[in-house]
């Protein structure tokens, strides 16, 4: 079992009675006010339509965050800033089952969803990633290609206030960022010279935080705490960047509106849906349906909304819906170095990243391969964790002088590399509905099945000791792998 098990509860019955009815249909429903809900709904409102877009969350109130407080790195670790929803236990989440997991989901409710939470790093897919079975053999092709993005990329890129540098080698030519780069602190340019040793390619990272003041984002006053949101209002999470854009344009955002069910008309098509708020069941028509809720919440909506035309839930013909979960699953390696690297600058985002084992090569024995990024290692009480539970570290002696030495040693002193593992959509892995498990309105939890693949471990084995060799060639005193398999909260595929 999971170590972040919720609480069982009996499912209630749906309760068919609406208390609240729009007769009237908007153009459009979104149901999710995360990165695809607020960018659908900015575009669709920008255009004149009719938007009404519903989360189970709230606006976050940046008063509350913990970033700027005394005892950030406690904060960081509470439950009620907890990025795991089964940790956080508040009532806008929703719990999930993982004891057949190997991961736990990571994820925020709210307006802006998890860009809320995440560290503004801003890697595109690659071309090949599009044509994957054509490549490599594996997985299926898009039907559409990056060219095809290309456009929406940089529209994108705007309007979330990406920072960094045009020409990066590991992509096609192309238009850069549309904000300069930021300064590489002193962890990038030292990793930056081990790279150069090795003849691996690197590049300054890409950030959705802006380095000078960008539309309603201000500049980026290096905090370092990104990962529990911006204080400074600096990084493009969507509350800042999409959803006024959309609120400006007519659009309308419901917040404590949990989806219940999609509605249909006489011919099976969506045409609203039925949430629970304030204690009332609601209903809102609507001419056109979006969900927009993640790879975990979208799955779970459509099937929740099954019925005597879909028995096996909505859009789930091909018995698809829920299935090929993909999580990115990542290690952790840190190097220690003599020279001051103020390793908690912000942004928190990618100093430089690395493509060099991004492409397949079969002579490594996997197919696809890992992204890296230079990341710093925070404070004091997130450096003892890396030592406690570190390969080749954590029996160590820890106590008394030995404990002050490596905090010295370390605090100021390291740099971690992240290695983003390429997971496959495999079909066992997958999002179904808890027979028992409810949220607190009485809803079916979500049941995770996530098994890492032979593919996956090998990608990280080979990935993080390629990591170890770069500390080394940068000068490391010490480098040790912190984990090598864990979730980075991107929730993917299941609505295929």
């Known amino acids: 079992m999971h170590r972040n098990q919720p609480q069982r509860h009996s499912p209630t019955t749906f309760r068919e009675p609406v208390m609240s009815v729009s007769h009237d249909p908007v153009d459009v429903l979104i149901i999710g006010a995360g990165a695809s809900g607020s960018t659908a709904a900015k575009a669709l409102a920008e255009q004149g339509l009719s938007v009404v877009v519903l989360d189970q969350g709230h606006w976050t109130d940046v008063g509350d965050l913990p970033g700027d407080k005394t005892e950030y790195e406690l904060l960081w670790n509470n439950h009620r800033y907890h990025p795991d929803p089964n940790m956080r236990d508040r009532r806008e989440d929703y719990p999930t089952n993982l004891e057949d997991s190997e991961q736990p989901v990571y994820m925020y409710n709210g307006a802006g969803g998890s860009t809320v939470y995440f560290a503004g790093v801003w890697s595109r897919p690659l071309p090949s990633d599009f044509r994957v079975r054509t490549l490599d053999g594996v997985a299926d092709d898009w039907p559409i290609s990056y060219e095809d993005l290309l456009p929406y990329f940089a529209m994108t890129d705007y309007d979330m206030g990406v920072s960094g540098l045009a020409g990066n080698t590991a992509y096609p030519p192309g238009g850069g960022p549309p904000l300069p780069m930021h300064p590489i602190n002193p962890t990038g340019r030292r990793m930056a010279e081990g790279l150069n040793k090795l003849g691996w390619h690197w590049w300054p990272g890409y950030s959705a935080i802006p380095s000078r003041d960008h539309n309603r984002q201000a500049k980026c006053v290096r905090l370092g705490v990104c990962r529990t949101g ?197 079909e066992h892995n997958r999002v179904t509905l808890d027979p028992t498990l409810t949220d607190c309105d009485g809803l079916p939890a979500p049941k995770i099945t996530y098994v890492t693949s032979d593919n996956t471990h090998r990608i990280l084995d080979f990935g993080l000791n390629r990591a170890i060799e770069a500390h080394y060639a940068a000068g490391a005193t010490k480098a040790w792998i912190t984990f090598r398999n864990f979730s980075s909260g991107h929730n993917l595929g299941t609505a295929k």
């Not at 069910?261 to 609203?272: P, Q, S, V, W």
């Not at 029996?395 to 905090?407: C, I, V």
């Open 230 to 426: 911006c204080v400074a209002g600096a990084k493009g999470s969507a509350d800042i960047t999409l959803l006024p854009d959309a609120l400006a344009h007519g659009a309308k955002v419901e917040t404590g509106a949990r989806v219940a069910r999609i509605t249909l008309d006489e011919k099976g098509r969506a045409n609203g849906a039925i949430y629970l708020q304030d204690g009332h069941e609601k209903f809102q028509a609507a001419r056109v349906v979006i969900v927009a809720a993640n790879g975990i919440g979208t799955p779970r909506l459509l099937l929740m909304s099954e019925s005597s035309r879909f028995p096996n839930g909505l859009a789930n013909s091909s018995d698809l819906v829920g299935r090929r979960l993909m999580l990115h699953p990542f290690g952790s390696a840190i190097g220690l170095y003599d020279d001051d690297l103020e390793d908690w600058l912000g942004p928190a985002g990618a100093q430089i990243e690395c493509m060099e084992f991004y492409e397949t090569d079969i002579s490594r024995g996997f197919v696809r391969g890992s992204k890296w990024h230079v990341m710093g290692t925070g404070g004091p009480l997130e450096m003892a964790t890396r030592w406690h539970i570190g390969e080749g570290v954590r029996d160590e002696d820890f106590w008394g002088e030995q404990f002050a030495l490596k905090m010295k040693q370390s605090v100021g002193h390291s740099i971690d590399w992240i290695v983003h593992a390429e997971d496959l959509p495999e």
